[in-house]
């Protein structure tokens, strides 16, 4: 499974590539982590617990990062075994360059899966790999930036509801 995309970050490209290095930010960026440990010239050992399809597993894997060329690009790569569940690795080609409103972050990320896993189909995989490289780049342009806040200043949003009239989370 492969995929790319470009995102706008409103922080410089050095403040972008320090927090790719940080582990207390990428613990608080990849979902579904409950430990991030390490360094970038040793590795990481990160335990990530996610939900697939219809199998839930604790991953305990090791991330290492190369080709590093500070506030232009770095290469992330990982594996992690979830026990019955199987293993997943892939890896990340990073780019970042500056831009008018900040940082262009740019992506290339490659995913494979084995075990139980692989049984689910590819489009599940595909879809879960695409969210879960989605939601660590908005954790991260987040983290960065800020919470986004979509109302103009002044206005209050109403509050969202469900078909069951439940608030949306």
């Known amino acids: 499974m492969q995929m790319s995309d470009t995102r ?3 922080a410089t490209p050095a403040q972008v590539y320090a ?3 940080d582990p207390e930010m ?3 960026c990849v979902p579904g982590a409950t430990e991030v ?3 970038p010239e040793e590795g990481f050992t990160a335990t990530v617990v996610q939900k697939v399809g219809p199998v839930k597993a604790t991953f305990k894997g090791e991330v290492t ?3 590093m060329v500070p506030d232009t690009s770095l290469k992330i790569d990982g594996a992690g075994k979830g026990g019955a569940a199987g293993f997943a690795k892939g890896g990340a ?3 970042l360059a500056p831009s008018e409103g900040g940082c262009e972050l740019s992506y290339d990320v490659e995913a494979k899966v084995g075990g ?3 049984q689910l189909g590819s489009r599940i995989i595909d879809g879960f790999a695409k969210k879960m490289a989605d939601q660590f780049f908005n ?3 987040e983290a960065l930036e800020g919470p986004k806040d979509d109302a103009p200043e002044g206005e209050e949003v109403a509050e969202k509801k469900g078909w069951f009239g439940f608030k949306k989370s």
Do not use: F
């Open 37 to 39: 440990e390490g360094s």
């Open 26 to 28: 990428l613990k608080a």
């Open 8 to 10: 706008q970050i409103a």
């Open 19 to 21: 927090a790719l290095l």
């Open 139 to 141: 954790n991260l342009q």
């Open 93 to 95: 080609d990073v780019r």
């Open 65 to 67: 990062i190369s080709d």
């Open 116 to 118: 139980k896993l692989a």
